[in-house]
């Protein structure tokens, strides 16, 4: 099974992919619309974002999730008007951010111990905006209290990981190197000289996350940039 999250798109069976690496995903269990979907305590403002998407795959005992969490911004005493690109806004957006982060633990425990109860491994793929080590940026001394690499916000992805509950796939794989990045900068040459952060993630679960084989930053599609983005593609062997 291959598997790619590319920023906040869930890659599924008819997805456009590289020509040389043909679609082997397991196909996604048909499913009526349902009258309601609960939600944890603090998702409700965010229900109509399209932030998170989740399907039972049909033919493997696997459970597929892919969000996109917020971007979020910096806290009001780290704002500085004339140095920011974007207008201060009084820590708002970074408060939108941690309200989010803090209601999605939660939910995020309950579905993969839901999966867990029915059988199913449980995946996490997508865009989580935060870069979780110094692996994961490549100018991170610099960074440290941007958005994306705040301490509170590198703590609350560790809490979210264990050898228990769920694994940083890519970096299972990639121990001990930097990256491999997911995204760049438009600005400068920071794609050509690979100056990136590891924002896209696969966090599966220890059996599943077991069973990678190889990932890899897709980082052209035919020679060419399309996003300042790129997907992360997994090969999980399932047999």
Known sequence: MALSAPGSALSA???????????????????????????????GPFADQGRYLEVDLADVPVTIACLYLPKGGLPAHLQRPGRMREAPDGGARYARKMRFMAA????????RRAAAAAGREFLLMGDLNIAHTTQDLAAWRRNQKNDGFLPEER????????????????????PDEDG???WWSWLGQSFAKDAGWRLDYHLATPHLARSAVRAEVDREFRGVRLSDHSPVVVDYDLR
């Open 104 to 111: 999605f633990s939660r939910y995020l425990t309950r579905t």
């Open 155 to 174: 703590e609350w992805f560790g809490q979210q990981l264990s050898p228990r509950t769920l694994v940083d796939v890519v970096r299972s794989l990639h």
């Open 13 to 43: 069976p008819g997805s456009a992919e590289p020509a040389d690496r043909p679609d082997s995903s397991p196909a996604p269990a048909p499913v009526a619309s349902p009258d309601h979907v609960p939600l944890a305590r603090g998702l």
């Open 180 to 182: 491999p990045y997911s």
